[in-house]
Nanobody, 119 residues
Framework: QVQLVESGGGLVQAGGSLKLSCTAS????????MGWYRQAPGKQRELVAV??????TNYADSVRGRFTISRDGAKNMYLQMNSLKPEDTAVYYC??????????????WGQGTQVTVSS
């Protein structure tokens, strides 16, 4: 079973920065989407930023201009978060919808990492 492992979360003051990392245990051969989502207490999980297979990068309106998604090869993905706001507080998840070598096509999720922004 493919594992996606997030790291880099923590507690930061408003206006600060964090960089999240996601590492896949398998090699991502291809993807439909690959990105980051978040879920705040009492709210539904929402898209933060994703790569699409046609080369586009999509951001939620609430983070555009502050967050940057990037990836490094076929196993690592990052989310640089700047100018953090208290409303960015949530559990952040990485996600891949695609084909992982020796695992096949799937909708893969990490376990999540907590980001807390204090005012």
């Amino acid at each position: 079973q493919v594992q996606l492992v997030e790291s880099g979360g923590g507690l930061v003051q408003a206006g600060g920065s964090l960089k999240l990392s996601c590492t896949a245990s398998g090699t991502i051969f291809s993807f439909n989407t690959m990105g980051w989502y978040r879920q705040a207490p009492g709210k539904q999980r929402e898209l933060v930023a994703v790569f699409t297979r046609n080369g586009m990068t999509n951001y939620a309106d609430s983070v555009r201009g502050r967050f940057t998604i990037s990836r490094d090869g076929a196993k690592n993905m990052y989310l640089q978060m700047n100018s953090l706001k208290p409303e960015d507080t949530a559990v952040y998840y990485c996600n891949v919808v695609g084909v992982v070598v020796r695992q096949g096509f799937g909708n893969y999720w990490g376990q999540g990492t907590q980001v807390t922004v204090s005012s």
